[in-house]
């Protein structure tokens, strides 16, 4: 099962995907996570990106396609992909397609967080004083929403019309969130089960 965690920056992807890992055995891909770390960890990489995250714009598709590749890659024997921040722009999903296809897979299902933007712009505010992230400031939150809206936004009619996409109410709390993408999950993974019998 390889999903896709899709939404809007302070949706709540990052939260689930990891609950998606304790209860489903799920390996996350998270490009945030990595982009952050390669910024840790002072290499050459981290220090080319950090001023574009500050900033709140996307880094090059270059870059993140060669993380999770290299990820992909590594990982072959695992039960299945969360993927969170990623993909982001239609270039990132077309080469996602292509990568998952040449390890025999594909992307099963992508589930959208749907949540307010007055909600995303309240929780980004508790956030940055929680965490204190350089890009959940609130000039660099805009341009991060503003990123999402001209670029990833695409990405629901592509995801659409492969009728991979499946919409949750994302204002709900954590538990609630949860419970109803494990729905998702157990349904499809049903479907699957009775075409594979038919
Ligand atoms: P995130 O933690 O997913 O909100 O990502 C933090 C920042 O990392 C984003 O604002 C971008 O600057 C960069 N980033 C993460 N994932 C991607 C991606 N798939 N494409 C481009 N930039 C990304």
Redesign the pocket.
């Known amino acids: 099962m390889n999903l896709i965690l899709f939404g809007p ?2 949706a709540g ?2 939260t689930q995907a990891k609950r998606l890992v304790e209860r489903r055995s799920l390996t996350q891909l ?7 770390a390669a910024r840790s960890s002072g290499s050459p990489l981290g220090k080319k ?1 950090a001023a ?2 500050d ?7 270059r ?2 396609v060669d993380l999770i590749e290299e990820r992909l890659a590594a990982c072959m024997g695992c039960a299945g992909f969360v993927f ?6 239609l270039a ?1 999903a077309k080469s996602l397609d292509g990568l998952m296809a040449r390890y025999g897979q594909s992307v099963d299902v992508v589930i959208r967080l749907e949540v307010d933007e007055e909600a995303l712009i309240a929780r980004i505010s508790q956030r940055f004083t929680a965490e204190g992230r350089a ?1 959940d400031n609130p000039e ?1 939150f805009l341009i ?1 929403l503003h ?1 999402y809206k001209a670029q990833t936004a695409p990405l629901i009619p592509y995801y659409s019309e492969q009728s991979k996409l499946v919409g949750i109410d994302g204002m709900a709390d954590v538990d609630r969130v949860s419970a109803q993408i494990s729905a998702v999950l157990d349904q499809h993974e049903h479907r699957k089960m009775v075409g594979a019998a038919g």
């Open positions: 920056p302070a992807k990052g998270s490009t945030g996570d990595m982009l952050r990106v574009i995250m900033g709140g714009k996307l880094v090059s598709d870059i993140v969170d921040g990623f993909p982001r722009t990132q890009d660099a991060r990123a």
